[in-house]
């Protein structure tokens, strides 16, 4: 596609309930990035994958959090028993490393609402 | 370690004037790309725009540019011109070389009044 797409764009969910976030990247680009935005603050890493490589999950804020890509395409991000704190903006970005363009696209983000 | 600062919270500006946004950082790299991400009520992360450490001219595009102080470790944003449609949160990122990881200033929240 055109751009970075992430479905669903909201997300209303039920505290101790699981929901999975998806995010389709700009074709062709290798890496995937996850973010967490809370309300009124910057960007918090999440995850990061890059082509065939192990995942950097150094950010996930707990076990409840897993991502997941196949191949260089569809990411979803997991959330177990999500809690309030959950609720925030999650963002994904793709980019291609190795070019000299390093710059990462954003998606729309999907809004959650834990209530 | 890195780390980017925006040190103005919000800023609002009439519109046609020109306003600078702040922002400073710190690497110990000698290679690192600085970028200027947009975000307006639509939440949508759009780049504004981006300049290569190795690179001495600043960047421009259309009303933006920017005043990129290497040695001082400074990258302000100068919008030219405003227009409504700049009213966003402007965010200030680094990214170093050696890790793809974007480090990401505060924000600042800027309103174009009419």
């Known amino acids: 596609g055109a751009g970075v797409s992430q479905s669903p764009s909201n997300k209303v969910t039920e505290k101790g309930k699981d929901v999975e976030l998806r995010c389709d990247p700009i074709?062709?680009?290798?890496?995937l990035y996850w973010y967490r935005q809370r309300l009124g603050q910057g960007l918090e890493f999440l995850i990061y994958?890059?082509?065939?490589?192990?995942?950097?999950k150094s950010g996930l804020p707990s076990d409840r959090f897993s991502a997941e890509r196949t191949g260089e395409s569809v990411s979803t991000l997991t959330i177990q028993r999500t809690q309030q704190e959950d609720s925030a903006v999650y963002l994904c970005?793709?980019?291609?490393?190795?070019?000299?363009?390093?710059?990462?696209?954003f998606g729309p983000g999907t809004r959650l609402l834990v209530l | 370690a890195q780390t980017v600062t925006q040190s103005q919270p919000e800023m609002s500006v009439q519109e046609a004037e020109t306003v600078t946004l702040s922002c400073t950082y710190d690497?110990?790299?000698?290679?690192?790309?600085l970028f200027w991400y947009k975000q307006p009520p639509s939440r949508q992360m759009i780049l504004v725009i981006r300049?290569?450490?190795?690179k001495q001219q600043n960047a421009t595009e259309n009303r933006f540019s920017v005043n990129f102080q290497k040695a001082a470790k400074s990258f302000s944003l100068k919008i030219s011109d405003s227009q409504l449609g700049d009213t966003a949160m402007y965010f200030c990122?680094?990214?170093?070389?050696?890790?793809?990881?974007?480090?990401w200033g505060a924000g600042t929240k800027l309103i174009i009044k009419p």
């Open positions: 994958f890059q082509g065939n490589s192990a995942p950097d």
């Open positions: 970005a793709s980019s291609n490393p190795g070019l000299e363009d390093e710059t990462q696209y």
């Open positions: 990122a680094l990214s170093v070389d050696s890790n793809y990881q974007l480090i």
């Open positions: 300049q290569e450490a190795y």
């Open positions: 690497t110990s790299e000698n290679n690192y790309y």
């Open positions: 074709s062709g680009h290798t890496a």
